[in-house]
């Protein structure tokens, strides 16, 4: 197999992934943008209006397994582009809604499910595949063009479909991207779900989704409510989206840079200190502390994301990444679908978003302990043996050794030292 590049062309696997990632989750960054203009347009309440966002989040990470296991079994350009061609159809369709319900079957389901759940799982898993040593700076240039859309909100997601022709096929070591799957288990790797650490990782992404979102719903409403005018209210998430993309590339340099052990103890500052400025955000009263607050919380909560692919890594291993992708997303996605409707539901119970931003934010804060109980967090070095997934042992012998690319020497040591 050939060897990982860790750059070459990989930079434009990155790339794509960048204008992928910004043409995804422009509906998640900036919808905060217009979630008064569809309360008053609508005329429903704030929990009501949360669940197109919550919606679309969800469905795009509860489809994710088939984004993989198509992926796999027909390569992620092909994928990429159809899913590409889906959410432009999906999105041209919501531009004639007349009501809520038709927001939630066109921009959440169609372009949510069928469209944005094909793009973003094979791209990320692209990213990781190309690139070893700079993994984690490569996953965050990638990942941070989510924050490119909420500046630029415009019907571009058909360009979905360029960008996916850069996923040039890659054969790695221990993946089989283009192999037809011989059984179930194998196209869809079920034996993730039987392994302990990684239904662990899986549930602390369940916990955060629950809170991650929040400001990216309310945060423009909350700035209102408080006495912002609308273009103040715009201008602070403008802020934290800027800080979010510099947040994404920046954890993704620190992560390779290796300043912690691990990408898991990465990880925990930037979960930690996300779910304490999101806990801050209600003693914003003024643009001088709201600003800041929402500077600070968009930086910290960006750097979440690149890390939240790259510590998969130590946990699964690099053969299983597609499939922990898209299972990951498949079941977190719980977090996602309830987390802005409380938000929206406790708005309107209280008449103020002061207790949806600290609840929020002492989930993330909690979560963040929950990954010291992962094993290994606090002795496992850099490089140490992924945890063992079931599976069929490996064979051994001169044949096994040289269909693994073993050069001839070493398969005449074998019979020596075996006899």
């Avoid at 159809?82 to 041209?92: D, E, P, R």
């Avoid at 040593?133 to 479909?161: E, F, H």
């Avoid at 890594?313 to 719980?334: D, F, K, Q």
Wanted: with cysteine; net charge neutral.
């Amino acid at each position: 197999p050939a060897a990982i590049p860790d750059g070459s062309w990989g930079w434009m696997v990155v790339l794509g992934g960048f204008v992928q990632s910004a043409l995804v989750f422009w509906g998640g960054c900036s919808f905060g943008v217009f979630f008064v203009a569809f309360v008053a347009h609508f005329g429903e309440s704030s929990g009501a209006v949360s669940w197109v966002v919550s919606l679309g989040i969800a469905i795009l990470q509860f489809a994710s397994p088939l984004g993989s296991t198509l992926s796999a079994r027909y390569g992620a350009r092909l994928v990429v582009m159809a899913g590409g061609l889906l959410s432009s159809v999906g999105l041209f369709l919501a531009s004639f809604s007349t009501s809520l319900v038709h927001l939630y079957l066109t921009i959440r389901l169609l372009t949510g499910s069928l469209g944005w759940a094909l793009v973003f799982t094979p791209s990320v898993a692209a990213v990781s595949q190309y690139f070893d040593k700079r993994r984690t700076l490569a996953m965050g240039l990638a990942v941070s063009g989510a924050g490119v859309s909420s500046l630029i909100v415009a019907a571009l997601s058909l360009n979905l479909v360029a960008s996916s022709a850069v996923l040039r096929p890659l054969a790695v070591e221990d993946s089989q991207p283009n192999r037809e799957p011989r059984t179930l288990a194998s196209s869809f790797a079920l034996e993730l779900l039987h392994q302990g650490p990684f239904l662990c990782y899986v549930f602390v992404f369940v916990l955060v989704d629950m809170g991650h979102f929040v400001p990216y719903a309310h945060l423009v409403a909350y700035a209102q409510d408080v006495g912002y005018g609308e273009y103040d209210a715009a201008s602070i998430m403008s802020v934290t989206a800027v800080a979010d993309m510099a947040g994404r590339v920046f954890a993704g340099w620190l992560a390779d840079a290796r300043v912690f052990s691990r990408s898991l103890h990465d990880l925990t500052l930037w979960m930690a200190l996300t779910g304490i400025y999101l806990a801050l955000v209600p003693l914003g009263h003024s643009l001088e502390t709201l600003m800041p607050l929402g500077l600070c919380y968009g930086f910290f909560a960006g750097a979440l994301v690149p890390l939240q692919f790259t510590s998969l890594v130590e946990i699964v291993g690099a053969r299983y990444v597609m499939a922990g992708i898209g299972y990951m997303h498949m079941l977190e996605s719980t977090g996602a679908l309830v987390g802005t409707p409380i938000s929206g539901w406790l708005r309107d119970v209280m008449g103020t978003f002061t207790a949806s931003f600290i609840c929020a934010g002492v989930i993330l804060l909690a979560t963040s302990l929950v990954l010291l109980t992962l094993p290994g967090y606090f002795s496992c070095p850099p490089g140490a043996p992924k945890a063992h997934l079931p599976g069929p042992a490996e064979p051994q012998g001169p044949k096994s050794l040289e269909s693994r690319g073993v050069p001839q020497r070493g398969r005449d040591l074998y019979r020596i030292e075996t006899g």
